[in-house]
């Protein structure tokens, strides 16, 4: 079972073998595909051309083009139903408060600066652990607020290494 959402509408969707319900009714349509990301459809002797976007994995989203009007849908299969419904899918939007030591190590270099605004997967600093120097990146956007560990700092697992 999946849920997906449009800015303006929600539907539920399942499937069994090759049986498709939209709201608890048959979706009957024929759909033929034109290329990887390109299908042709009918749908209550309607024609649709459908060219697949992107797909966001990270945020569960896809994007279509349909008849040259793109749309959104943001996409939830059955375990972000039950995480929802035992009110656990808030974890993953979880604030960025700080970054801490995955291990022991030394620091080698810091990228970046208080006030900084960083976004996820930017290089925040390099750890030195084992003699293998190690590459921390953001977890997600934020604003630097504090650094608490300076380069040649030796730092234990699980310190506080960055605020923000």
């Known amino acids: ?6 800015p303006t509408s929600k539907y539920e969707i399942t499937s069994e073998k090759e049986v ?3 709201d608890n009714e048959i979706f009957d349509w024929d759909v033929q595909k034109i290329s990887d ?8 002797h ?5 060219e697949l976007i992107a797909v966001e994995a990270e945020e569960k989203k896809v994007i279509l083009k349909i008849n040259n009007k793109v749309a959104e849908f943001k996409v939830k299969d059955k375990f972000d139903l039950l995480l929802e419904k035992l009110g656990m ?3 993953a939007s979880t604030q960025l408060k700080d970054i801490k030591a995955p291990m022991p190590g030394l620091i080698l ?3 970046v600066k208080v006030g900084d605004e960083v976004k996820k997967g930017e290089p925040i600093l390099i750890l030195e652990a084992m003699k293998m120097e190690n ?3 953001s977890p997600g956007d934020g604003t630097i607020s504090a650094i608490k560990v300076k380069k040649g700092d030796s730092v234990e697992k699980n310190q506080v ?3 923000f």
Do not use: G, P, W
């Open 1 to 6: 079972m999946y849920a997906v959402s449009t």
């Open 20 to 22: 498709i319900t939209v």
């Open 37 to 44: 990301n390109e299908f042709h459809i009918i749908k209550n």
């Open 46 to 50: 309607q024609s649709y051309r459908c």
């Open 89 to 91: 899918s808030s974890l």
């Open 109 to 111: 270099d810091i990228k």
């Open 135 to 137: 590459l921390l990146k």
């Open 161 to 163: 290494m960055i605020l």
